[in-house]
């Protein structure tokens, strides 16, 4: 099993959709977690940590379900603007946190 | 501008050189990294940093080097060990063990 894993996708959604995407991870003693998205050929960039409360920015919301080892990203009214790769990020604990990326879902939101 | 500059964007190299990639950062952050990104996979860390003057193996150090003799500064050698150098390299860096924020990265091709 893959330590973080993501529907690849592409989810075509169309504008003003809500989407949710899911990774699952392996290590249950993982600590952080996060979402970053990336536009192609372009370097990631942080979108939003996870917190176990769950949270939300604006029309991104997040969350964590440490039972069932999974984090979730939700978008609200999808913007055309919004299209791009989301890669899923798990922090593991002890000496070097080691950080895991996911292949990341793709998202393309349709006119 | 605060930030993580990478240089070049697109390098060019032929079979049996070794190239230098370029990361430089003044967000004072002590820990840097390097990845590789390869179509339909995940971010792989090469090596990481956490102070000057010490680094650490990652996941696919093999045919690679680096050094760390500045805190801003941090480039990667990509060695002729190397077998399939052609990918995306990006740079990271960030405060120890918190979220991590990339330069734009470099594209290797060997000819």
């Known amino acids: 099993r893959k330590e973080v894993e993501q529907d690849p996708g592409p989810f075509n959604v169309p504008e003003g959709a809500t989407v949710a995407f899911n990774c699952t991870y392996s290590?249950?003693?993982?600590?952080?977690f996060f979402w970053y998205r990336q536009d192609c050929r372009k370097e990631p960039k942080l979108l939003m940590s996870?917190?176990?409360s769950g949270n939300e920015d604006g029309r991104f919301t997040a969350q964590l379900n440490r039972a069932s080892q999974y984090i979730s990203l939700l978008i609200r009214d999808s913007k055309l603007s919004d299209s791009a790769t989301y890669l899923c990020?798990?922090?593991?604990?002890?000496?070097?946190?080691?950080?895991?990326f996911g292949t990341g879902t793709k998202l393309q939101v349709i006119p | 501008d605060g930030g993580i500059t990478q240089s070049p964007k697109y390098l060019f190299r032929k079979e049996g050189q070794n190239v230098t990639l370029s990361c430089e950062q003044n967000?004072?952050?002590?820990?840097m990294y390097w990845y590789r990104q390869d179509p339909g996979q995940g971010l792989r860390l090469i090596y990481y940093?956490?102070?000057?003057?010490?680094?650490q193996k990652g996941d696919i150090a093999e045919g690679y080097s680096v050094s760390r003799e500045k805190k801003e500064s941090f480039p990667l050698t990509v060695t002729s060990a190397q077998k399939n150098p052609t990918a995306f390299y990006l740079c990271?860096?960030?405060?120890?063990?918190?979220?991590?924020?990339f330069g734009p990265g470099t594209r290797l091709t060997v000819l």
């Open positions: 990271a860096s960030s405060w120890w063990n918190n979220e991590q924020f």
């Open positions: 290590n249950s003693a993982s600590q952080s």
């Open positions: 996870v917190y176990s």
């Open positions: 990020v798990v922090k593991g604990a002890g000496g070097y946190q080691k950080v895991t």
């Open positions: 967000l004072n952050h002590d820990a």
């Open positions: 940093s956490q102070i000057v003057n010490d680094f």
